[in-house]
């Protein structure tokens, strides 16, 4: 990125509460920085698509088991994710 490095924005997002609940997935780099700037999953590169949505279905997974705020919302962008549970 341009204007910051990737282990910034992570700490960014994270100060603001507006997305201390979004899921980041830290891919380049040093993994166990990029989970103390609170990273909630960790992919070294060459990432596989496959890889990639594996990840991203468990996140959303965890997200649709424990809180249901993230349920309505996904449910409302995703037509088949009620029918999915």
């Not at 997305?19 to 596989?48: H, L, Q």
């Not at 949505?53 to 997974?61: F, G, T």
């Amino acid at each position: 990125m341009p204007v910051m490095n990737g282990l910034e924005a992570i700490a960014r997002l994270r100060a603001d509460d507006r997305f201390a609940a979004t899921p980041i997935m830290a891919m380049p780099g040093d993994k166990e920085r990029c989970f103390n700037a609170g990273a909630n999953e960790y992919m070294s590169k060459p990432v596989s698509l496959k890889n990639l949505l594996h990840m991203v279905e468990k996140l959303i997974k965890e997200r649709l088991e424990g809180n249901s705020g993230f349920i309505e919302a996904y449910t409302e962008i995703t037509p088949t994710a009620s029918t999915q549970r």
